[in-house]
């Protein structure tokens, strides 16, 4: 395998790898490579879930969405699980279960994101990065499934991590 | 709204984008433009779905998936659904549905993948392309259902798909 690097960001790094594929062709792939990412389910007592309304770029204007952040160099997922969750929406969770791992887009990035439930939420601190941009939207679980249904909750990790709480 | 492009290859684009957020902060944004996919969890007429077993050189390995492909320029994304799934695994659909359309990795890519629900399957002709390295996999959907819950089926949309087939 041979690696050309096209770019590296503060985020990604974009690079031209040649690979060898399992039937023996050799490909050259444009390949992603993203720290990764961990996310929250917050799940209320009452079965309420904490969402957010964030503005993105990429998407063209807000969507919705669970906290969520990138991972710092070596940090474990639960870590960044945990600082993402109070500084977007300001709870802290007293149990974070991992729901799963996710590939977001295998066809050409490697990101992977953990997405957690996080329960027996408190009070913390939110703290805001200069370019999040967000609003807190608290909604039953049950009304947050109708949304994916309708369209209204499009962000892959958002769907999962609610439809995995629903069938748990 | 400034755009730089850095790198524009077969599949992505990788741009630096100054945006004007809500608040009126400039951002110096990296933004993947990809130009979007179609995909299909293939359902047959005793409930069982048919997955692809396919190499990922970004995943590190073979992952579980429903058939997809990309969108060719201006191409419909029902019409692009219908041709990766004969492609990919051999079969037409008498009937595709549209489940939902999301984003896969907001934060820093445009992707939209839109995904269907394939019935009616009727034999038709797999063509795999050169780079394309996969195996079928036919199982009921509660085992599929299984796979998600035990972290064997990863890949989001494929995630996303068979979940909503079962919340139907």
Redesign the interface.
């Known amino acids: 395998m041979s690696v050309k690097n096209?770019?590296r960001?503060?985020?990604?790094t974009?690079n031209?790898?040649t690979?060898r594929?399992?039937?023996g062709?050799s490909?050259e792939?444009?390949?992603?490579r993203?720290p990764g990412?961990a996310a929250v389910v917050p799940v209320k007592d009452d079965g309420t879930v904490v969402l957010i309304r964030q503005?993105?770029?990429?998407?063209?204007g807000f969507?919705y969405?669970i906290p969520a952040g990138?991972l710092q160099p070596n940090e474990e997922p639960l870590i960044c699980a945990a600082r993402e969750l109070e500084e977007e929406i300001g709870y802290r969770a007293a149990s974070l279960e991992l729901l799963?791992?996710?590939?977001?887009?295998?066809?050409?990035?490697?990101?992977v994101i953990h997405i957690y439930k996080g329960t027996g939420l408190v009070p913390g601190n939110q703290q805001l990065d200069?370019?999040e941009?967000l609003k807190i939207v608290e909604v039953p679980l049950h009304e947050a499934?109708t949304m994916?249904?309708d369209?209204t909750i499009?962000?892959?990790?958002t769907?999962?991590g609610l439809?995995?709480v629903s069938?748990q």
Chains 1, 2 share one sequence.
């Not at 960001?9 to 990604?12: D, E």
């Not at 792939?29 to 992603?32: K, M, V």
């Not at 799963?100 to 990101?111: H, L, N, R």
């Open positions: 096209i770019f960001g503060r985020i990604l974009l031209l790898e690979a594929l399992p039937n062709t490909v792939l444009e390949i992603i993203h990412a503005y993105r770029h990429a998407a063209g969507i969405e990138k799963t791992s996710i590939f977001t887009a295998p066809g050409f990035a490697d990101e200069q370019d941009v499934l994916i249904q369209g499009r962000d892959a990790k769907v999962i439809q995995l069938l």
